[in-house]
């Protein structure tokens, strides 16, 4: 919309609406329109009044203060030239139209106007209302307006000589009658219900009649038919009609009639009727009563007029007075005699200067003489030329400016003598006008020019668009016939696009999709279908692709299909991606049951461990208690080794759940193959034939034994049930060589020896689909009960995690062979050392120990041990208990041993950073299950740790180092 803003007036008491209204108009042409809004009609008719120029108005016909057709009335008296748009509530199209009939320029149903419609409908009805002011304006200065303005003086005249209809009617039936030849007659009025034809003349041509002429004839017969059609009907033949059974009687005898209707407004209001006319009426007959009929139908104009012409003359005059156009009267001498304020207002003098004086004052000087010259000349021959006809003249101001005028002209006489009145109009608006019209013509043209060539430009575009589009498009007719494919389909059926016009997408492509297709056609619905596979006949080898479809049908103007589009998008390769990611989240929830898991186990852990540390405590006291008896001492080592490997389990269980890392150090494979060999030798049964094999030299890992243990355990209990009826199980242990670099991140160099494990079986054999997923976590072919599926999941997350690689190769009725690559190192140095102490106790000779944190169950167990080396304990359950401890006994205290139980849950490192804070040196040994605390303090803070589950040799070791005891 280009210019300034259309400016609207807003006449709705609804703030919903008015803000609705608004958002259109806005999101239709944003800053097209400047929206003023008044809540009701008085405060719309004062914005009027103060500023009468907004472009429209959209006015609501339910305002708290006016309702209905009243409302449009009260805006037009203010603002005649603005357009009125009304807006209704309802669905009933009666209001809006009688509406427009009184004034308005449309109508619009509140709520089902969207921001085009609206946008349109303000455009349309500002046009509509210029058109009609040019219409106007050019009724104005067209001989029609001349020929209304002379008819109307004409008839004001033949008022004046008639001023009463019946003597009028009786004048012209009487001329009419004798014309004709009829000898009888009467003009009647048709009563107000309709349904009675009054009489107001009657003439019987001096025949007996003695029927009441003042009696109501119902309208019925020929009459009827007259007053139905509003045309001259006569019959020559009434005597002997049908119609004679309508005659009253005692009516006088009609040999034949005729019946002409008095159309006044388009509406039959009387007739005149004539009869007995010697040899029966013609046609030209009827042609001639039409004209009468017409004059008889003016004069009951006419006197109707004249009946509210008296009572409304004063109304007449204002209303010349209040006329837009300067009316002016002049006598036969030029002097003007009449003056309205439109005259006042366009030329600049009042009545009382123009009245009396002579009319060229507002001519300029070069038409002067001329009018003069004229008007003596029509004064003399009673002839004018330039009456009743438009002529543009110019005229002068009185501060003597000229402009153009247009002036229509007529011509009157009294008793007073020959008067002229001329109907001005200031036309330079309009001069204006058609200059802004022609400027606006050019434009127009000039954009027709434009939108051709932009529409052309479009249609490129999209013929470009539909060639050039990634993914396919089809034009199909109702047969399903190709009309056009773009590139892509082409492409995407391995086909050129001129091999698919005329040709059948179905034969070509047979599917089950014709169903749906069939479908869309008959019901005229968009279709979509996703990830739908499809495999293409004449490419086999292409496999199953998986589509995005759509198809929607194009309808003509008759609402049916012309044609199809057909589009696709090849999603195959989302959909495999989308089957990866639902492994993928299937994996994630395997995982969260495997943490949930890991939790239970390590609970379970650090209760079994603190049970198994008792257990081995106890055994170590009857061991060291015994001073012979050596089958009981062997049935105690026996008890003591059963608890260590249980406590290595625990430790698997613990580092399983994530609560304790592995206690590495340099293991030899060989070694740890040759002490499990016992256990592994008891658990198969006697018809698994178990045969190992060792490397030489020896391989040394960085492992903790029970994890290694464990991983041969696991293996061979596997092993044992793919072999149920018996069979050979093999372990043997090699090098491998070099590792690959990259292979594993864990490695301790790129290029490290490697040391083999093979663990292989000649049991039932897995399928390929099983062995892809023997490592996921809880996945176990065994029956529901006799496995968890955590074994292998384990075992692979222990030789991960020593930066190793494990690999499963299986075939059903072969066997299955494991194969597990780990990062070698160095042989150690120094010979390995045995953890246990001597059975001798040495004796602390009463130093001051506190024991601080842990449950009580646990202060006991390591409190006895303290006392047997001879040491005296204090015991604090909490901090504080500890601190006051600290505080009293810092001078003889030698030793602080911290318990990470459940009131000293991850701080003992804060715990000792207080206690030297405090100025406190004591050595401090901390017993904790955590993987991170190592004794990593450094000599001057003389921290010790010792990791649960322990041994009562292990903490006797550590509290000899601290004390010094030997």
Known sequence: MPGAPMRVLLVEDNPGDARLLREVLADAHPGGYEVQNADCLNEGLRRLEQDDRYDVILLDLSLPDSRGLATVSAIQTVVPDVPIVVLTGTDDDTLGVEAVRIGAQDYLVKGRADGRLLARTIDYATERKRTEKAIRRALNESRERRAEIAALLEAARAVLEHKEFIPAAQAIFTTCKNLLGATVGYVALLSPDGNQNEVVYLDSGGLPCTVDPSLPMPVRGLRAEAYRTGRVVFNNEFADSEWMRFMPEGHARLDNVLFTPLIVGGKVLGLLGLGNKQGGFTEEDARLSTAFGDLAAVALQNSRMLQSLEASEERFRSVVQTASDAIISIDSGGDVVSWNNAAEAVFGYSAAE???????????????????????????????????????????????????????????????????????????????????????????????????????????????????????????????????????????????????????????????????????????????????????????????????????????????????????????????????????????????????????????????????????????????????????????????????????????????????????????????????????????????????????????????????????????????????????????????????????????????????????????????????????????????????????????????????????????????????????????????????????????????????????????????????????????????????????????MRLLILVDGAAFVGRAAERVQALRASGIPTPVVIISEEADLEPHWGAETNVLVLRKPFGMPALRKIICDVLGIR
């Open 354 to 892: 123009m009245i009396g004086r002579p009319f060229i004052r507002i001519l300029p000087e070069g038409f002067r003489k001329a009018h003069e010259q004229a008007l003596q000349r029509v004064v003399a021959t009673g002839q004018a030329g330039s009456v009743g006809r438009m002529a543009e003249l110019v005229g002068r101001r009185a501060n003597g400016r000229e402009f153009p005028l247009e002036l229509s002209l007529a011509r009157w006489k009294t008793a007073e003598g020959m008067f002229f009145t001329g109907i001005v109009r200031d036309i330079t608006e309009r001069k204006e006008a058609a200059e802004a019209l022609r400027r606006m013509n050019q434009e127009l043209e000039h954009r027709v020019q434009e939108r051709t060539a932009e529409l052309a430009e479009k249609a490129r575009i999209l013929e470009a668009f539909f060639s050039t589009a990634i993914n396919p498009v089809v034009f199909l007719d109702k047969n399903f016939n190709f009309i056009r494919v773009n590139k892509a389909y082409a492409r995407a059926c391995a086909r050129d696009v001129s091999e698919f016009a005329g040709r059948n997408h179905f034969e070509m492509y047979p599917s089950e999709l014709k169903t749906e297709f069939e479908r869309v056609l008959r019901e005229k619905m968009p279709w979509q279908a996703f990830a739908r596979p499809f495999l293409f006949p004449d490419h086999p080898d292409w496999g199953v692709t998986y589509w995005d479809l759509g198809l929607v049908p194009v309808l003509d103007d008759r609402g049916e299909v012309d044609f199809l589009v057909f589009s696709l998008n090849d999603v195959t390769a989302r959909h495999t991606a989308e089957q990866a990611r639902d492994k993928l989240q299937e994996q994630l929830y395997q995982a969260q049951k495997m943490e949930a898991i890991g939790q239970l186990a390590a609970g379970l852990g650090h209760d079994f461990g603190n049970l198994l540390a008792t257990v081995l405590d106890h055994v170590s006291r009857a061991k060291e208690s015994l001073s012979g008896a050596a089958a009981t001492r062997h049935s105690l080592d026996a008890v003591e080794e059963a608890a260590r490997q249980a406590r290595g389990i625990v430790q698997s269980l613990l580092t399983f759940g994530c609560q304790a890392g592995a206690r590495r150090r340099p293991v030899n494979l060989g070694a740890v193959l040759a002490e499990s060999a016992y256990l592994l030798r008891h658990t198969l049964p006697s018809s698994i034939e178990l045969v190992i094999t060792p490397a030489e030299p020896p391989l040394w890992v960085n492992a903790d034994p029970v994890h290694m243990e464990q991983i041969l355990l696991n293996l061979a209990i596997n092993a044992r049930d793919a072999m149920p009826n018996g069979g050979t199980l093999e372990v043997s242990l090699s090098s491998a060589g070099e590792l690959d670099e990259g292979r594993s991140a864990s490695a301790p160099g790129p290029h490290a020896r490697l040391g083999r494990l093979v663990v292989r079986d000649t049991g039932a054999g897995m399928p390929p689909e099983i062995v892809s997923r023997v490592f996921d976590p809880y996945f176990t072919t065994k029956p529901r009960g006799q496995g968890t599926g955590l074994g292998l999941s384990i075992i692979h997350g222990i030789v991960e995690d020593m930066g190793g690689r494990i690999d499963m190769d299986s075939q059903v009725g072969h066997g299955t062979t494991v194969t597990i690559l780990l990062p070698c190192i160095e042989p150690p140095t120094e010979p390995e050392t045995q953890a246990d102490l001597p059975l001798e106790i040495p004796q602390a000779q009463g130093q001051l120990v506190l024991l601080a944190g842990g449950s009580p169950y646990e202060r006991g167990v390591i409190g006895a041990t303290l006392r047997l080396l001879g040491c005296q304990v204090l015991q604090a359950d909490n901090e504080s208990a500890m601190e006051a401890f600290c505080d009293d006994h810092r001078e003889k």
